[in-house]
């Protein structure tokens, strides 16, 4: 019941994801939110905080202060899940300028280290960030780029559904 109100508050999302850049289109919309995916981390007597997100925490240096970018690894796409899950939940809620949290639909689109496909974890880890960050319903897109302004969310679920 609260999922189909908070529904009502969102727009249907779009994920691009990459090493250097993360990107947040609503379909049918020129909302967008692009940032670079950095996320600075103070070193407080409570614990970790989050002193800040994209360049504003590229930006920052201190010896309590840990900056990282959780889409940066050797082997694999996410180094660091929180933190990830962070920077989309930041993003998220700085495009829909509600008092409502919102519950989108959302379309995952990995641009980097894709090649022969994704495996059933590296499909996990993006539906499960997607899902921690507030979305409702989750697709996991691979191939060219979607424009947002011609395509929606239900035509693209069905172009991957059928695959």
């Known amino acids: 019941m609260f999922t189909f109100i908070r529904s009502l508050f969102s727009h249907d999302l779009l994920f691009e994801l990459s090493e250097n850049k993360l ?3 609503a379909f049918s919309s ?8 950095y ?26 202060i840990r900056v ?9 796409f996410i180094a660091d899940f929180m933190c990830a899950e962070k920077i989309l939940q ?11 949290k919102p519950s989108p639909r959302v379309i995952v689109h990995q641009l980097e280290k894709t090649d022969g496909g ?27 780029k ?3 302004n011609v395509e929606d969310f239900d035509k693209v679920k069905s172009r991957v559904s059928a695959t």
């Open 118 to 144: 994704l495996t059933d974890i590296e499909e996990r880890v993006l539906r499960e960030l997607a899902l921690g960050a507030g979305a409702r319903e989750v697709v996991i897109y691979l191939g060219s």
């Open 146 to 148: 979607i424009n947002t």
């Open 23 to 25: 990107s947040i289109k």
């Open 39 to 64: 996320i600075a981390l103070e070193n407080t007597k409570k614990g970790e905080i989050i002193k800040a997100i994209g360049k504003e925490a590229k930006s920052l240096s201190g010896s309590n």
């Open 68 to 76: 990282l970018n959780p889409f940066k690894h050797n082997r694999s």
């Open 30 to 37: 020129d909302l967008s939110y692009e940032d670079e995916p």
């Open 90 to 100: 930041h993003g998220m809620y700085t495009l829909h300028k509600s008092k409502i």
